[in-house]
């Protein structure tokens, strides 16, 4: 097997990272409390994602003589995220009834799921072209993310199992959001791409961080400031952090 076979196949692999962290969500789908505690999770990830990993990859590709492409791109993701949001229905800003409020789940689990689409293609394409050019760096890369993927598994599958409205839709973006990272790897796998410019990838990381921003502060720092439980909500934030550094620790 050809090195960019293996590299496309570790693409492939990272989809069951997010599988895991689906059948993990399964086990934790009727219990009590669980949504403040899987809400203030998700927060917490994806804030250390984006503090994390996205930023300071972001500058390392990019660079101060960059900066406008950053700021740019940043506001370009979270004005298209909010335009997304104008279309996605079930979505309310008042205080909702337990109807309004699995509906609200259903929202934020679609603004989610297109975003980290969108991050894991050019995760995947990342991914394959460091190991098409050194393999132990790929594989130390492809780890590091597959860590990271199940509590984001973890997240959409929450999200899918409480919300009662558009099973289809979400087992549909579910199924593409397990093989986005495979769809990054294939890009450059077909094209015959070897290296991609730091500027561009920089740039739609950017990208990638304006979606992220919108989905943790417009979206779910709302329903972690609504929860009633507060210990519950304060160790799902402490989990988040935690099992993110440990994922860092890992990578």
Known sequence: ??????????TFLLGLFLVIGGVFAFFLKKKPKVLDFIFAFAFAILLMLILMDLLPEIM?????QYLSYFLIFTLVGIFLLKGLDMFIPDHHDHKMTKEESKNNISHIGLLTTIALILHNILEG????????????????????????NIPLGIIIGSTFYQSETKQKKFVLLMILLCFSSFIGGLI????HINEVNNVVMGSLLSLTLGMLIYIAFFELLARVKESKNKKITLGGFVVGVLVLLLASFIS
């Open 1 to 10: 097997m050809s090195l960019k076979n293996i590299a496309l196949f570790i």
């Open 60 to 64: 390392e590709l990019l660079g101060i």
């Open 125 to 148: 394409m990342a991914i394959f072209l460091a190991a098409s050019s050194d393999l132990s760096l790929g594989l130390m890369m492809s780890i590091g993310v597959g860590f990271h």
């Open 188 to 191: 450059p796998y077909l094209l």
